[in-house]
């Protein structure tokens, strides 16, 4: 075992995106690699999951894809997971139903 | 570079192929025992012995499609579906179609010797169709997901939508499907709309599937999706539109038309409205690869994470596999593996570029995968749609 900091790996989908995806499970404090640079995961990422790279403010759009597939429902940081804990669905609001 | 078949209708095909097509399951085995001769000739057709306008017209453009040289069509000869109407349809784009009835020829011994003849002499025809270079510019590209995964949404779609971007970058035509999954996006994916009438299309369109998956209980995310990581309709969606890349979508067609214009265009395949309500969307992959072939697909860029191994009929499939582990046990089905974005050995521009590159290789001739291994998939169920007049 290597006892050198755990660095895990993440894809920003495209350009505007304000979360990345996790490529493996990124553990809780370990240092995320994101097209050259450094992050640390404040929460664990499973694999697929998204984890904010910028601070999102309640109500803002989060971006994945280029496009808003989300809004923030609570305050994100950058190294956060984003999930349904903080973030819903804009339709699913809109039709006043659960996602 | 691409070297096109010139069919006398205008159309440049990269693929030679001549079709014999069934009008009726119940001369489905004499068709086949025709198409068995030659590996140029492929067999398919409508099973269905009731007409249907929708499979008629499927008929129609899959037989006058660019890749197809000539149709050789086999009817029992009491069948709901006039063979003669299809073969006056298609002879008007200049090639030769044939009809076989097998009760007036009588019955299947004649009728396959009769039907191979046909196929010989159709065959000579197709060695002397003139060659012309093509460009991207000319071909027109389908893209359809299937076997989906959770990498699906991450390597294998957003790949393809940056090698559609070069594709509508180059002047090319490009075609994604599957409205049904554009569900929760309506808003997003009208923000696209080249012009204010494609929007007013697209809105529709995916509000027709909202409907039809509402009434079809389709409508939702799963736990599983949760678990997956996907937050939001909106984001399962995207992940399977990806696929269409950035640039402006042109509008919205129907199965069996063929794009107005060049750049990016949305199919809905999704059925409308009938005596029967709504009926089945897209039964299986090979039917959703069939529409996109039927408005003019010379290539069809499937993705998939947990593997599959179709191909089709008439027009070549490039599979592109997001899951380097689906990748690794089934290699020889795919051609491109984009599962090295998940491994983070590749970014999704350079497997975008490989698949770029590969369409053009497979229109300069080179086989696919299904290609090589015979594929020859087709499904043309009933349905019922309107042509979309704004296309």
């Not at chain 2, 579906?81 to 009760?103: K, M, Y």
């Not at chain 2, 009208?190 to 007013?200: K, Q, V």
Request: aromatic share 6%; with cysteine; charged share 20%.
């Amino acid at each position: 075992m290597s006892f050198s900091l755990q660095e895990s790996k993440a894809l920003q989908i495209d350009p505007r995106d304000n979360v990345v995806v996790a490529l493996d499970d990124i553990a809780a404090g370990s240092q995320v690699l994101i097209q050259g640079r450094m992050l640390e995961a404040l929460d664990r990422v499973p694999f697929a999951h998204k984890m904010a790279i910028q601070a999102i403010a309640p109500g803002e759009a989060i971006l994945k894809y280029g496009v808003p597939i989300a809004f923030a429902t609570a305050r994100i940081k950058p190294g956060d997971w984003v999930h349904e804990h903080n973030a819903q669905s804009y339709f699913a609001a809109r039709r006043k139903v659960e996602p | 570079m691409i070297l096109g078949y010139a069919r006398a209708d205008g159309g440049l095909g990269i693929r030679n192929h001549l079709l014999c097509v069934h009008t009726v399951e119940c001369s489905s085995f004499v068709t086949q025992q025709i198409a068995a001769t030659d590996g140029r000739v492929q067999a398919m057709g409508f099973a269905g012995c009731y007409s249907n306008e929708y499979a008629a017209r499927m008929m129609v453009a899959l037989g006058s499609h660019p890749n197809v040289g000539g149709v050789l069509l086999v009817s029992l000869g009491c069948e709901g579906t006039d063979a003669g109407s299809l073969a006056g349809a298609i002879r008007r784009t200049g090639r030769r179609v044939e009809v076989l009835r097998i009760q007036e020829q009588g019955g299947t011994e004649p009728t396959i010797r009769r039907g191979r003849e046909l196929v010989a002499s159709m065959l000579e025809d197709l060695e002397r169709v003139p060659r012309l270079p093509m460009t991207v510019a000319d071909l027109v590209i389908g893209t359809e997901c299937g076997g989906s995964d959770a990498t699906s949404g991450i390597s294998a779609n957003p790949a393809v939508g940056r090698a559609f971007d070069m594709i509508v970058d180059a002047a090319g035509t490009a075609i994604v499907e599957e409205t049904l999954e554009m569900l929760g996006c309506r808003e997003i994916v009208a923000a696209r709309a080249a012009n204010p009438e494609a929007a007013t299309d697209l809105r529709a369109a995916v509000e027709k599937a909202e409907t039809f998956s509402l009434q079809a209980d389709q409508f939702s995310i799963a736990p599983g999706n949760h678990a997956g990581g996907l937050t939001t309709i909106e984001e399962k969606s995207m992940g399977a539109f990806a696929k269409s890349g950035t640039r402006p979508i042109q509008g919205v067609i129907k199965v069996a038309q063929t794009p107005p214009h060049k750049g990016l265009w949305v199919l809905d395949s999704v059925p409308d409205r009938s005596p029967f309500g709504f009926g089945y969307s897209n039964p299986n992959d090979s039917e959703g690869i069939l529409d996109l072939i039927s408005c003019g697909a010379h290539i069809v860029v499937f993705t998939t994470g947990r593997g599959s191994v179709i191909g089709s009929v008439i027009s070549p499939v490039l599979k592109v596999c997001g899951n380097p582990k689906t990748y690794a046990r089934m290699s020889g089905d795919m051609d491109v593996n984009a599962g090295r974005i998940i491994a983070a050995e590749s970014t999704l521009d350079e497997v975008g570029r490989e698949i770029f590159d590969l369409i053009t290789a497979t229109a300069s001739g080179q086989p696919t995968k299904a290609e090589m291994l015979g594929h020859r998939e087709y499904f043309i169920p009933y349905k019922s749609q309107d042509l979309c007049f704004n296309a």
